[in-house]
């Protein structure tokens, strides 16, 4: 047998509502704060992530899915959707429609990773981006969505935590203070972060091993230039005097290399380790980086196998629109032709119709149009052919019905409403 690659699921059935579930509350969200879509594609150039999301980081270095094409191209399933939107916007000139500009897009995206609850090798993020603002003002903004985001999906207990992270003015003299404070403790930290120590030295402040250590680690906080700290005020000026709680983390960080200035995660206390929902930040210098002019930009990506898993966790269950299925069960070859003209008239009237397109007896497709959950069955035999009427039977209650058909589809109507 052929099955799925590992680390890829397949979809159906009780599973697809809580897709259409976030992908309608993606949508709605989105109208309501007045973002449009954007779709890129699934494959790009390698180049693109190595220079944006940056060689030393774990996600190039490890997790891409790279291969050459036919051509000896060597191209990339994204890992993720940032560098895609930047490349789009400096390629499409998207700079000419002003700023700002909100987008979001939502899709597959693909990582090399040890397959674990709520985190596949193909998975799917929701992500947002406001390109063209320097301004706290649209950081503010992007936390904001996400934030009602979740409300809006009834996800509770969550938790907005935010940092600065620098720019390329005063982050390279906080990492040689990290290096500083590590130089000695490096024998007894983990793999990870012995390798990381050269390459993003940033990134030792989140392990999850080496906790304690990161904790008496000096705070960037005393290291930022003015920019970057009356940004971090900004910021926090707002979300206070909108209400929204928020805790300083010294220690987040992001694993991308573009990241600038603001960092944040919203964190939920329902999934144990792996505890982030939501995150983004600011990236000032992607777009300049991958070739375009200077553009300030700030958004954030949320997983959504991981939403799935903690509304499951919630015991939020999407409700499912009943459809009021019709089962149409003709009896032969002939009424198979009417049964198709009666689907018609039945679908003209918005209702969901289902024609049992299989030759077996009156009890097995009876058997069948309850196994779907159809509300009324029609009956199209010989007798009925020949006389210019149906049989309606009423599922649920068991009664039947003689109908003209030329009233069939009126007095169906009439009849899924009483029920
Ligand atoms: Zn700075
Ligand atoms: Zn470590």
């Known amino acids: 047998m052929i099955t799925r690659i590992k680390g890829t699921q397949d979809v159906f059935f009780e599973e697809i509502k809580y897709w259409h579930y976030i992908e309608n509350t993606i949508r709605k969200i989105t109208k309501l704060y007045a973002f449009e879509e954007i779709r890129t594609p699934i494959f790009e150039h390698t180049e693109l992530f190595k220079r944006s999301v940056g060689e030393s980081t774990d996600v190039v270095q490890k997790e891409m899915y790279t291969f050459n094409d036919k051509g000896g191209r060597s191209l990339t399933l994204r890992p993720e959707g940032t560098a895609s939107v930047a490349r789009a916007y400096v ?15 939502v899709g597959p995206m693909f990582r090399y990773e040890k397959p674990q609850a709520g985190r596949l090798r193909q998975f799917h993020q929701f992500g947002i981006e406001i390109l063209g603002s320097h301004d706290s003002t649209a950081d503010y903004e ?44 490096l024998s007894t930290l983990c793999d990870d972060c012995k390798r990381r120590y050269n390459t993003n030295v940033l990134r030792l402040l989140d392990c999850k091993i080496d906790k304690e250590v990161a904790e008496g680690a000096p705070s960037i906080h005393n290291y930022l230039c003015d920019d970057c700290k009356i940004h971090f005020e900004q910021l926090q000026y707002y979300l206070k005097s909108r209400n929204l709680d928020y805790e300083v983390d010294h220690k987040l960080v992001r694993g991308l290399d573009y990241y600038t200035k603001t960092a944040f995660e919203i964190r939920s206390n329902m999934l144990g380790a792996q505890d982030q929902v939501l995150a983004g930040g600011r990236y000032d210098g992607l777009v300049e980086y991958i070739g375009g002019k200077s553009v300030p930009a700030v958004g954030f990506a949320a997983g959504m196998e991981r939403m799935i898993l903690l509304l499951k966790k919630m015991g939020i269950e999407p409700k499912v629109e009943e459809l009021n299925t019709v089962a149409i069960l003709p ?70 019905y003689t109908v003209d058909s030329d009233w069939m589809a009126d007095y169906i109507f009439k009849k899924l409403k009483e029920l």
């Open 331 to 400: 009896m032969n070859k002939e009424a198979f032709v009417k049964a198709f003209e009666f689907a018609e008239r039945l679908r003209k009237k918005g209702i969901s119709t289902f024609v049992d397109v299989m030759e077996r007896n009156l009890r097995n497709k009876f058997k069948h149009a309850s196994r779907i959950g159809a509300k009324i069955a029609v009956v199209i035999g010989e007798e009925e052919l020949e006389k210019g009427f149906v049989t309606i039977k009423v599922m649920e209650e068991g009664s039947q």
């Open 91 to 105: 390629e499409n000139g998207f700079i000419n429609r002003g700023s700002p500009l909100k987008l979001f897009y």
């Open 142 to 185: 992007v936390i904001e969505l996400g934030i009602n985001f979740l409300k809006e999906l009834g996800i509770s207990g969550t938790k907005l935590y935010i940092n600065s992270v620098g720019c390329n003015k005063c982050r390279p003299k906080y990492n040689e203070v990290l290096k500083d404070y590590y130089s000695d403790k």
